[in-house]
């Protein structure tokens, strides 16, 4: 499910369901279900353990905040119907948008992939201004408290329901009733063993061993310059590099090392490994200009799905989302973008009711992640080291890919088709298209087409 293949986002269609929901954990999951839950439900409070901010700032319980984030197509367009003013309110604040299709230097397969025919708007911002915008659009709303510095500490149970939290601050403990609780706490959520503690049996895991790190820094950008840079890891390269411009005159620059090849701490090893990027523009701009930031540094060992939508029991009033489902290799980008349209699913499941809506939710939602996790996962099987289960037709799907870029190198097309795959903007399956195909198979020798002749619909 990507957004060509969702139904959007409806503001006429919401009415009130019930009284209360709670959601756990107050990053971009937490913060955009809170804003789908008030459409429904006459109070949505939001537990979060670190103090929510009022600036631009990353939080300690988010270490990943410090590094770049992309926000995709599917992300920008779900955020965009969320909160029409978004994109004026990240402008106010700094960000960009960019036209990824020219602005945007993407080097992959031993060239650089041609400027695509038609443009591709790109919102270029760091995470903390994307959590911020949302945040702040988010307190504004009357239904919605924000209740920060608060510990979930378990879930009440009654009769198969979920009927609130406990949770803990200023060493008061309490319990809080809710009709519905949504778990949007991340990677480290801590359901899978209460579910398994209180009879209900923890999800299957898929994990995909992909032994990544990443080191991110700030550094000064000159006036007018909006170039970013993406040069993802390609056999048997296992580095990857990426620039995009940020807030306040800056780019975020990450470097990223898979199996073995570990991203480095220190700054003249920084520089170093910036050396091998087969973009120079990369490394002379490290050189050149002024580093604002000390380096962050961030390890990740694994992609994770767990496959909540096949337990056979599940607690009625509980839901999960965002990285407590799934979570995707960094260097894709797609984390709040995924968690955008899980929102967008508890949406259209809410407009039915709440009988059984955990069991509606998670089906609905894995279409979304079942693309994602082909796309990352896949990409991530090229190197003959990951580990994990891999998705049947993962080698030749890769092989097709592979040819196609290549062929992106000189064909604005393709390089179009798979920016919007890349972007979440329409299913892999479109790449398998006829006159995509013909592009992506035809001999070398035969003239190519250019971008302004007939192609095929790959709307």
Known sequence: MTLDSVEQYDPSKPSTVDDHAVVVGGSMAGLLTARVLDDYYERVT????????????????????????????????????????????LHDNGGLTLDAATEMTYYDKGGFVADGPDPLPMWCASR????????????????IDLRGETNFTEYELEDD???????????????????????????????????????????????????????TIRLDRPEGDRRALFAPPSPPRKRGFVYLPVEGGEWEVIVQGTHG???????????????????????ELLREREWTSDIHHYPFPASRWRHYE?????PDGLLVTGDAIASFN???????????????????????????LANRFFDRASESIEVVWQLAVGADFEFPETTGPKPAGTDLFNRYVDRLLRQAHSDPVLADAFTRVL?????????????VLWRVLRPQGLPKLSAGQPTADTS
């Open 46 to 89: 939001v537990f979060e353990r670190d103090p929510f901010p009022d600036e631009p700032t990353a939080r300690t319980g988010a270490p990943q905040t410090s590094h770049p984030h992309a926000m995709l197509e599917a992300g920008r367009a779900v955020l965009s119907d969320l909160f029409p003013e978004f994109e004026e309110d």
């Open 128 to 143: 903390a201004l994307f959590e911020h915008v949302t945040r702040e659009r988010v307190r504004e709303r009357d239904g």
């Open 161 to 215: 329901t979920v009927t609130g939290v406990t949770v803990r601050s200023d060493e008061e403990v309490r319990t809080v009733d809710a009709d519905l609780v949504v778990d949007a706490t991340g990677r480290t959520s801590r359901t899978p063993r209460w579910l398994e503690a209180n009879g209900y049996g923890a999800p299957a895991v898929d994990e995909v061993e992909v032994d990544v790190t990443y080191s």
């Open 261 to 283: 090849d570990d991203a480095p701490t220190e700054h003249d090893a920084y520089v170093e490994f910036m050396e091998s990027a087969p973009i120079d523009v990369m490394a």
């Open 310 to 314: 096949d337990l056979d029991r599940f």
């Open 330 to 356: 960094p260097v894709y980008g797609q984390g709040m973008s995924v968690a955008a349209l899980d929102a967008l699913a508890l949406h259209h499941e809410l407009d039915r009711g709440t009988d059984d």
């Open 423 to 435: 972007r979440l903007e329409r299913q892999p399956t479109s790449l398998l298209r006829p006159r």
